[in-house]
T-cell receptor, first 113, second 117 residues
Framework: KQEVTQIPAALSVPEGENLVLNCSFT??????LQWFRQDPGKGLTSLLL?????REQTSGRLNASLDKSSGRSTLYIAASQPGDSATYLC????????????FGKGTLLTVNP | GAVVSQHPSWVICKSGTSVKIECRSL??????MFWYRQFPKQSLMLMAT?????????EQGVEKDKFLINHASLTLSTLTVTSAHPEDSSFYIC?????????????FGPGTRLTVL
């Protein structure tokens, strides 16, 4: 059974700081890994999806890496802004024919002006 | 592209009533849709996987008679919470799997906030 862990559970940083969010997963046989953003009381916004054959994906100030062999992914946010404040969720697609998406509990990010 | 809608976005109901939530894929056909629930400050938990034209597959611990899922077309799945009770209050999110070029990706709806009084 796939388990996804995110560390830290919460992070508070001053505006402008670069930061890294961590995600680990127990079953390395994943199809893809995806990072989402969730604002309070809202649905999910997809940030980056990394195919299992890829090592990283970039979008603007965001960079996500994937190391399947070690079961880890990181989300790097450069030059953080108060608008980046949200919960960031990591999720793995796995399960073979029983295809499923397993979520971590998320990291609550607060960027202080 | 790949837009998923949910209706209603929020609903308040009395204990004992049934509530239906719709999930639609607006610009693609989804042979598979997924239903999740999320409690406050918790992550998303998969409730069931819905395949068009067949019975849904429920995750362990999810009551199939309590949460009725119908996926009658390639663009619509419904979740009915039967005889709702306060403990069913939660945020319900659906997703749909696109069998086009992004076939390994799920696209999420905006969620439905259910409050049972």
């Amino acid at each position: 059974k796939q388990e996804v862990t995110q560390i830290p559970a919460a992070l508070s940083v001053p505006e402008g700081e670069n930061l890294v969010l961590n995600c680990s997963f127990t079953d390395s046989a994943i199809y893809n890994l995806q990072w989402f953003r969730q604002d309070p009381g809202k649905g999910l916004t997809s940030l980056l999806l990394i195919q299992s054959s890829q090592r990283e994906q970039t979008s603007g100030r965001l960079n996500a890496s994937l190391d399947k062999s070690s079961g880890r992914s990181t989300l790097y946010i450069a030059a953080s802004q108060p608008g980046d404040s949200a919960t960031y969720l990591c999720a793995c697609y796995s399960g073979g024919s029983n295809y499923k998406l397993t979520f971590g509990k998320g990291t609550l990010l607060t960027v202080n002006p | 592209g790949a837009v998923v809608s949910q209706h209603p976005s929020w609903v308040i109901c009395k204990s004992g009533t049934s509530v239906k939530i719709e999930c639609r894929s607006l610009d693609f056909q989804a042979t598979t849709m997924f239903w999740y629930r999320q409690f406050p400050k918790q992550s998303l938990m998969l409730m069931a996987t819905s395949n068009e034209g067949s019975k849904a597959t429920y995750e362990q611990g999810v009551e199939k008679d309590k949460f009725l899922i119908n996926h009658a077309s390639l663009t619509l799945s419904t979740l009915t919470v039967t005889s709702a009770h306060p403990e069913d209050s939660s945020f319900y999110i659906c997703s749909a799997r696109d069998w086009g070029p992004s076939y390994n990706e799920q696209f999420f709806g905006p969620g439905t906030r259910l409050t049972v009084l």
